[in-house]
């Protein structure tokens, strides 16, 4: 039988080899042979024309951060609000607290104007 340790070693073992088998193994068997038409830009079955780097405003980036992090703590509160009635007053204090910080934060956010879409 085996240890504690040993188990933790193969662990660490396959952990470190399975992204270097991730990564080395494509770089082995793909294909070598490279060509003009392999190497253009394509988009939903359309050829690109013109310039196809188009510079987005950074608002928008700041948009889909303020989502993500709103989608992300509504995660971690659905456990809390399912089981609300059996935690202690604590834990409900520091929920509604958390939820207070969601609310500043989103207050700032609307006043700062980074939610306004034009």
Known sequence: MLSYWAYIAIFLVVAVAVPIVAVVLPALISPKKS??????????????????????????????????????????????AVSVGKLPLYAVVEGVVFIAILFAGLIYAIRKGVLAWY
């Open 35 to 80: 060509s003009k038409r392999k190497e253009e830009v394509y988009e939903c079955g359309i050829e690109t024309k013109g310039n196809i780097r188009v510079q987005l405003k950074s608002q928008y980036y700041i948009y889909a951060l303020i989502f993500l992090v709103f989608d992300i703590e509504t995660v971690f509160l659905f456990p809390w």
